[in-house]
């Protein structure tokens, strides 16, 4: 019942900037842990960011961490991912994540 569905990926070149929402239907989304994964080709699905219900404890892989930031909204049931610095290794497809439900993914493709 619960439907995850990202928008805004996108190209973009080295050093740009690109914004990730992720709207939430379909059940009680702010009780949650918020999640966003990513998947390069070849390689294993890899964890990005988290949030919780409240927004008070946050998470980042090494990886990201200063560059990314993920955001909350729990009245309008999104969740965000602006991502700054972007770097080609940052490129995969990007997915939303609320415990066992998982969005269909958006492109983010960085060039140098």
């Known amino acids: 019942q619960v439907q995850l569905v990202e928008s805004g990926g996108g190209l973009v070149q080295a050093g740009g900037s690109l914004r990730l929402s992720c709207a939430a239907s379909?059940?009680?989304?702010?009780?949650?842990?918020m999640g966003w994964f990513r998947q390069a080709p070849g390689k294993e699905r890899e964890f990005v960011a988290t949030?919780?219900?409240?927004?008070?404890?946050?998470r980042y892989a090494d990886s990201v961490k200063g560059r990314f930031t993920i955001s909350r909204d729990n009245t309008k049931k999104t969740v965000s991912l602006q991502m700054n610095s972007l770097k080609p290794e940052d490129t995969a497809v990007y997915y939303c994540?609320?415990?066992?439900?998982w969005g269909q993914g958006t492109q983010v493709t960085v060039s140098s």
């Open positions: 994540n609320q415990n066992n439900y």
């Open positions: 379909g059940g009680p989304f702010s009780m949650y842990t």
């Open positions: 949030i919780n219900y409240s927004g008070s404890v946050i």
